[in-house]
C-alpha cells in the first residue's frame, strides 16, 4: 500500500481556518489530522469539540483525531458525533484499553492506540489485534514543531515485524517532526501514515509540501 499523508491542523493558520481547510480538501492528503490536548495528560491546551465540528462541516477528508488527553473514553460519544473517521487514544491514558478500543468501534469509528517515545511497542502485543492502527509518537506530546526523535525509526521497524509476524493488517501512523528526510526513513522502515504539522503549514506553496510527502 502507498502511505498515506495526514497533515495536523495544530500548524494552521487559526484565523484563516476555513481556507486552511479547502487547501486540505483541494490537496492529495489523504486525511486531516487533529489534536486535541487537555493540559493534564500533556502541558498545552488545543482546542476542543466546537473547532472539530466546524472542521468536519467542511472537510471532505476522513478526520483523523488525536486525543492527549486523560480519560478519552468519556469522550467517546462527543468524538463519533463531531464526525471523527479515526478516533486515537493514548497507551498511557487508558487503564482499561481493550474496553475502550471495543467502545470506540461500537460508535462506527476506526480505532487507533497511540504510544509516548518512551512507551516500548512491546507491550501493544495483546491489543494489537484490536487496533485498526498505532500512532507512533516521534515527539513528546504536546506542541508541534519539535525536534524528530530518532529512535523512532527502529521502533516503526520492530512494530512493522510485530504486525507481520501476527499476519495482522494494522497501519502505522508517526506523528512529530515529519518532514521529507525523517518521513523517507519512516516509510522505508514501514510507516504507513506520515502526519506533519508545520513540515505542511508554514511551507510556502502548502499543496506541494502534501504532495513532495506523497512521492516518498
Ligand atoms: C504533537 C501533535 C502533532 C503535531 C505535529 O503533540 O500530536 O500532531 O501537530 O507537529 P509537527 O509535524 O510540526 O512536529
Ligand atoms: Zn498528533
Known amino acids: 500500500m502507498k502511505h498515506l499523508v495526514a497533515p495536523s491542523l495544530l500548524a494552521a493558520d487559526f484565523l484563516h481556518l476555513a481556507q486552511e481547510v479547502e487547501m486540505i480538501n483541494e490537496s492529495e492528503a489523504d486525511w486531516l489530522h487533529i489534536d486535541v490536548m487537555d493540559g493534564v495528560f500533556v502541558p498545552n491546551i488545543s482546542f476542543g469539540f466546537p473547532v472539530l465540528e466546524a472542521v468536519q462541516g467542511i472537510c471532505r477528508k476522513p478526520l483523523d483525531v488525536h486525543l492527549m488527553i486523560v480519560e478519552p473514553q468519556k469522550f467517546i460519544a462527543e468524538v463519533a458525533a463531531a464526525g471523527a473517521y479515526l478516533m486515537n487514544v493514548h497507551y498511557e491514558a487508558c487503564t482499561h484499553l481493550h474496553r475502550t478500543i471495543g467502545a470506540i468501534k461500537e460508535a462506527g469509528m476506526k480505532a487507533g492506540v497511540t504510544l509516548n517515545p518512551h512507551t516500548p511497542v512491546a507491550l501493544l502485543e495483546d491489543i494489537l489485534p484490536d487496533v485498526d492502527m498505532v500512532l507512533l509518537m516521534s515527539v513528546n506530546p504536546g506542541y508541534g514543531g519539535q525536534k524528530f526523535i530518532e529512535h523512532s525509526v527502529a521502533k516503526v521497524a520492530r512494530l512493522k515485524e510485530m504486525i ?53
Do not use: P, S, Y
Open 164 to 216: 507481520v509476524d501476527k499476519g495482522l493488517d494494522t497501519l502505522i501512523e508517526v506523528d512529530g517532526g515529519v518532514n521529507l528526510e525523517t518521513g523517507k526513513r519512516l516509510v522505508d522502515a514501514g510507516a504507513d501514515v506520515l502526519v506533519a504539522g508545520n513540515f505542511v503549514f508554514k511551507a510556502h506553496d502548502q499543496k506541494q509540501a502534501i504532495h513532495a510527502l506523497k512521492e516518498l
